[in-house]
């Protein structure tokens, strides 16, 4: 199926695609049979389930607006192209990662994909309270492998500046970035909401925050000029599908060359923003084993990706950053440790600042989370958000200072017990 493009409907898919190989081989020869449920819940796109008597897949296709919105925000259908091929990248460094792929029509913006059943998003899982055991192995693995693999100290030069000059053409998606993640939170912008009236004196005291804006427009700089690696870019517990023995990342139509610590810090927000939601959660008994598991899930994300970066560093550091010639050829193995200490801590006090913004742009900014929009009571919705909102000021504006995870987790503890901040 080429040629102009046109979205899918329920109606028209088994039509449209009743004679693609890639889904009559997975899902049955005869079209008309075919079981098809529209089901994307995501900002952006549309997402079909498409089953039949062999087997089930995934048909994504993008829209030439934002769907959340609607067609006043044009967004180009080119963003299927980069998840695409940040698709196939992040399979090839961190195998088994993501859904496989069956096939990619360009233009007409869909992506033919793997069904992960009995699969759930992360964001719904931890919002029912589900302790997930392996969650913080696999995605930190994810984060390491991608995030080093998909930069100067592993890739080729030559082929990582033609994947970054590739990627640099994902202006929009960046652009939805740096506009809603790091400058709307902090002034009256158009598309900006927050949950009540209970929130409006601390929303008025963070957009008069001097340090903090200043922070949030040195991370914005920090995202947009440092093109570090090949970032998922939309690294949130709803970008996330799990069962208790394994977790599959999706969706980084955000893909782009950028810091290493926005990944890792927009995931720890989204951590942070589960455990301070759970207090809206409790209808069924207390959360305090699930705020406790989220604590530990965090601590353990970033103590997995700083042992395999670290493990990558040591093993695998083939590219033309810091290379072994400086260092363990000449037997100076303290100077390479030096180097890498020097790079984590510099991710660290970094994805504190990302994951501060994070916190605020999903309850200030246009695209709330769930985690909080599903507390039906608005003055605990209200007090949540507010304990998550100078929790992530802290940390935004403080990162330089913050030495360790359990120090974060301290403070996240305190701060939800309302006795600090
Ligand atoms: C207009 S898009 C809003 C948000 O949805 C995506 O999932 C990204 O997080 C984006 O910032
Ligand atoms: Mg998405």
Known sequence: MTGKFEALSV????????????????????????????????NLNLVFIVEGDR????????????????????????????????????????????????HFDEDQALIVMEYLSPHVILRRALIEGRELPNIARDIGLFMARTLFRGSDLSMVTRERKADLAL???????????????????????EMNRHTSPQLDGLVAELRADRDLK????????????????LLHGDLHSGSIMVIDTETRMIDPEFAFYGP????????????????????????????DSMRAYLLRVSAETWAIFRAEFSHLWRTERTGMLYQKSLFEDQGDLLG??????????????????FAGIEVHRRILGLAHN???????????????????????RHIAVNRRQIHSIDEVNTLAALVEQENRI
């Open 260 to 287: 290493i610590a926005f990944d890792v810090g927009m995931l720890l927000a989204n951590f942070w923003m589960a455990f301070f939601s759970q207090r809206g959660h409790q209808e069924n008994g207390s959360r």
């Open 370 to 392: 769930a985690d909080f929009e599903t507390i039906a009571d608005a003055d605990l919705r209200a007090s949540c958000e507010a304990k998550a909102l100078k929790f992530g």
């Open 11 to 42: 109606e028209t898919l088994p039509k449209r695609l009743g004679a693609n190989e890639a889904l009559t081989e997975r899902i049955g020869k005869d079209a008309s049979q075919w079981k098809v449920r529209e089901v994307g819940d995501g």
């Open 336 to 353: 390479s440790e030096q180097a890498l200490d020097h790079m984590l801590s510099g991710i660290w006090t970094d994805l504190l600042g």
């Open 167 to 189: 990627f640099a053409d994902n202006v929009e998606l960046c652009d939805i970035t740096e506009n809603l993640v790091f400058s709307d939170p902090y002034f009256d912008a």
């Open 55 to 102: 087997g089930a897949a995934v048909v994504k296709q993008a829209l030439p607006y934002v769907r959340l919105v609607g067609d006043s925000w044009p967004l180009p259908l080119k963003r299927s192209f980069f998840e695409y091929h940040a698709l196939t990248r992040q399979e090839r460094r961190a195998p088994g990662s993501v859904p496989a792929i069956y």
């Open 214 to 229: 200043v922070e949030a427009q040195r991370l914005k700089h920090l995202f947009a000029a440092n093109a570090e690696t």
